[in-house]
């Protein structure tokens, strides 16, 4: 039986595609939508008052941001290394280099859980080869790597209760999940959901207020939900074949908003950022407690 499709979709007016759009985060106290162009090297804004996209160019590529619990501005993943960053004016301040030692690496995306800690997953630029890692990033500015030989990480999304972490491997079509131990340590990771044939890839991802997994498919120009269990729920298609990531956002948590990808693809709306109706609510985003 196919799944359901539906929800409205639509497109965000602005004057410029993102090569690889990813990582959107809805910041309440802003009341906007913050993602990255990672290999355009810009951080926009869209504003859900008035629906202005404010832009930022950054030094290197800008993977991530996550903001901050007991101070303005971000924790970004810049390049390969941890940073806090602030806007108007930009400044950026290091806080950890877990890789410096892997020169085709990057970061890739990342998320906070309820007790302010970031995961976040590195990967070659290249896309090819197994020297990606899983890191987490505590409070006190410490990065440790808790799992290693991922080829694209994508993700992650921290279960609704905090008992499991879920981190995507798009190269292998496999969603893994992993156990959150009390001390912040990892048990060993197992396959959640496989991606069959047609689905596309798995991409960023997020939960809704039901414990529903919430999927951008690469390659497969739709966002999926998936049940608690693992069980393809429903989809919504986009005008875009590379769909990136999603999150919800707006007072009620009710909105989602998608990115996509140009780089590549010649479809008109690749690189677009998308709102669709999810038909439920999402959780609050967690920010970095230090």
């Not at 602005?14 to 759009?21: K, Y």
């Not at 990967?123 to 990606?132: E, H, I, L, Y």
Request: charged share 25%; with cysteine; aromatic share 8%.
């Amino acid at each position: 039986m196919r799944p359901p499709s539906g929800g409205s979709v639509r497109t965000i007016a602005r004057d410029r595609r993102d090569t690889l759009g990813e990582g959107p985060m809805w910041s309440a106290r802003e009341n906007a939508v913050y993602w990255v162009d990672i290999l355009g090297r810009r951080l926009n804004r869209l504003s859900l008052a008035d629906a202005a996209v404010a832009t930022w160019d950054m030094p290197d590529v800008v993977c991530w941001v996550i903001e901050r619990a007991g101070a303005p501005g971000f924790v970004a993943g810049i390049g390969r290394r941890f940073v806090h960053l602030s806007l108007d004016p930009l400044a950026i301040e290091p806080i950890a280099a877990p890789e410096d030692d892997r020169d085709g690496n990057r970061f890739n995306d990342a998320k906070a859980d309820a007790a302010g800690r970031i995961w976040a997953g590195s990967m070659p630029f290249t896309c090819d080869r197994p020297t990606g890692s899983l890191y987490r990033l505590d409070i006190d500015g410490t990065a440790t790597r808790v799992d290693d030989g991922y080829t694209i990480p994508n993700g992650p999304a921290v279960s609704p209760d905090g008992a499991f972490l879920l981190q995507t491997d798009t190269a292998r079509d496999t969603i893994y999940r992993y156990a959150i131990r009390d001390d912040g340590s990892l048990a060993d990771r197992t396959p959640f959901v496989v991606f069959e044939d047609g689905w596309g890839h798995p991409d960023g991802m997020t939960f809704d207020v039901d414990g529903g997994l919430w999927v951008a498919c690469w390659g497969g120009s739709c966002v999926t939900r998936f049940t608690p269990d693992g069980r393809v729920d429903r989809r919504i298609a986009l005008p875009a074949s590379q769909v990136t990531s999603c999150t919800f956002a707006g007072p009620a948590l009710d909105r989602m908003f998608v990115t996509s990808a140009a780089d590549g693809v010649d479809e008109e709306a690749g690189g677009c950022l998308f709102e669709v109706d999810p038909g439920c609510r999402g959780l609050p985003p967690m920010r970095f407690g230090g």
